[in-house]
């Protein structure tokens, strides 16, 4: 998780009017890290994509032809959930 982690704007608080904020603007940028959060999105989808046609394509031909094919159709739940992973990631690395 620590790539994912950018700068965080506070305010600080004066006490006894002696110490002031120098500001809020954060001194690291999440700017690479919004890249590095959509390369993976769209690497979870197009992985995503592969595993469910592959086991949907793969599994029912089995299916058909052998009476076999379940362990590739089991693939398909798990490429939906990259799917989503890889659409959730790019949806919030945007600005």
Do not use: C, Y
């Amino acid at each position: 998780m620590r790539g994912f982690v950018g700068g965080i704007a506070q305010l600080g608080e004066r006490l006894h009017g002696m110490q002031e904020v120098s500001g809020s603007i954060p001194l690291t940028s999440t700017k690479k890290n919004k890249a590095v959060m959509h390369k993976l999105g769209v690497i979870s989808i197009l992985l995503g994509l592969v595993l469910s046609v592959a086991g949907l394509i793969i599994g029912f031909t089995l299916i058909v032809s052998r009476g076999t094919g379940l362990d590739w159709l089991n693939l398909v739940p798990f490429g939906f959930v990259l799917l989503l992973l890889g659409v959730t990631l790019t949806q919030l690395s945007k600005k």
